[in-house]
Structure formats: structure tokens, C-alpha cells
């Protein structure tokens, strides 16, 4: 499997929580080692094994929310976007990450629908967001018996986890409400299938994916 095969997309929610603990009475604290975990280690790992992108309406907007300011009901909202930003910075100078898109696209969840659709064939795909409609939409995705890929071709879902590895989303009920557990040591059976298993344990390829 080489990195061309697989697209790798990024949602904003999942990069807005990729440094921070985001309590249930929405306090939101800077978590160092949950910035290191991600940045410094998952996100090299991504890179070996396909194509980083970021759809530019997500750019954008990560753009436009780090000017906002003393929000309270949206604690911390722009120092999150901003150091968000300084941390894609470098990675965009590198090629590390991609911005892929333009101001015509609409908004982000439709875009990761609609390219999860157009690549469903061609390529690994493998999404991370924290978002569980659009995750449960894009398992479905997976799931449909009219889109399936004849060699093999992955779609999976992740999030981060509350140290910032990537681990994988669980449903209570995949056919009715939208309620999620994490299982991170649990040994269960995967809801997408296993068929690209390619290449030795140190290998990139051996991360397709880590939790399947």
C-alpha cells in the first residue's frame, strides 16, 4: 500500500480538541501532553501512511474563529484556532498537509461527505472527527452495497481520544440515536472490514488502521 492510496481528512472539531481538555461544563484547559501525543506523534504516523488534507472551508474557518475573543459561550475559541494554526503552519510549509478546496464549497460536513463518496473506489480513506452524526454518516458510507471497491479500498472513522491518540467510534445503536463510547481496550469486532493488511509490523502500511 503506498501513501498515494490513502487520503487522510482532518475535521476542525477534532483539531480544535487536539491540545485541550473540553469539560462538560464547557471549561477548556490547555493539556500539553495531549498536544505532544498528537502533533509530535500521531500526526508523523499519518503522514507515512497517506495524504494529509484539510478541506480549505476548514481552513478558513479556523481562520476566521481565531480573531474571536472573551466569547463566553465559546471559551477560549480563538486561542484554540490560533495555536491550531501555528501548529499546520510548518506542516503546510513542508507539504506535510494539503489545503484542498475553494470558497465555493459548501459547508465542511458536506464536503467530507461528498469526497468520501467520489473516493470510495479509488482510495483508503480514513477520516478523523469528533462529530458523531457525520462520523455515523460516513460509516454508512462504508456500509453502502452499491459503492463497494473491487481491490480492496478501506473507509475508516476515528477521533481523538482524551490523551490525543486516535481511537475508534463506537454506537450504542448504528441504526437509531447517535450515542457514542469510547472502548480504547476493548477487543471487539470492527464495523468496517479488514482487507488491506499489507506489509510487516514496522512497516507504514502495518498502521492501517492500528484500531480495526
Known amino acids: 500500500?503506498?501513501?498515494?492510496?490513502?487520503?487522510i481528512f482532518i475535521d476542525t472539531c477534532s483539531l480544535l480538541v487536539s491540545c485541550w481538555d473540553v469539560s462538560r461544563n464547557n471549561t477548556v484547559i490547555y493539556n500539553q501532553e495531549k498536544d505532544k501525543q498528537f502533533w509530535d506523534g500521531e500526526m508523523p504516523t499519518l503522514s507515512r501512511v497517506g495524504t494529509i488534507i484539510l478541506a480549505k472551508r476548514n481552513y478558513d474557518e479556523l481562520e476566521k474563529l481565531s480573531h474571536v475573543r472573551n466569547d463566553p459561550n465559546r471559551p477560549q475559541l480563538g486561542e484554540r484556532c490560533s495555536q491550531v494554526l501555528s501548529r499546520i503552519a510548518p506542516l503546510l510549509s513542508n507539504k506535510t498537509i494539503s489545503i484542498v478546496g475553494d470558497p465555493n464549497d459548501p459547508f465542511a460536513d458536506a464536503i467530507l461527505l461528498s469526497v468520501a463518496l467520489k473516493f470510495r473506489t479509488q482510495k483508503n480513506l480514513l477520516f478523523l472527527t469528533q462529530d458523531r452524526a457525520l462520523a455515523f454518516d460516513l460509516i454508512a458510507i462504508s456500509n453502502f452495497q452499491s459503492v463497494r471497491p473491487r481491490?480492496?479500498?478501506?473507509?475508516?472513522?476515528?477521533?481523538?481520544?482524551?490523551?490525543?491518540?486516535?481511537?475508534?467510534?463506537?454506537?450504542?445503536?448504528m441504526s437509531g440515536g447517535w450515542?457514542?463510547?469510547?472502548?480504547?481496550?476493548?477487543?471487539?469486532?470492527s464495523i468496517l472490514p479488514d482487507k488491506t493488511r499489507q506489509g510487516s509490523n514496522q512497516s507504514p502500511e502495518h498502521e492501517w488502521w492500528r484500531l480495526s
Do not use: C, Q
Not at 500500500?1 to 487520503?7: E, G
Not at 481491490?151 to 445503536?173: A, M, P, T
Not at 450515542?179 to 469486532?189: C, E, G, L, V
Open 1 to 7: 500500500m503506498s501513501v498515494s492510496d490513502t487520503y
Open 179 to 189: 450515542h457514542a463510547k469510547s472502548h480504547p481496550k476493548t477487543k471487539s469486532k
Open 151 to 173: 481491490n480492496g479500498y478501506e473507509l475508516k472513522v476515528r477521533r481523538l481520544s482524551e490523551k490525543g491518540s486516535i481511537e475508534r467510534w463506537h454506537f450504542n445503536d
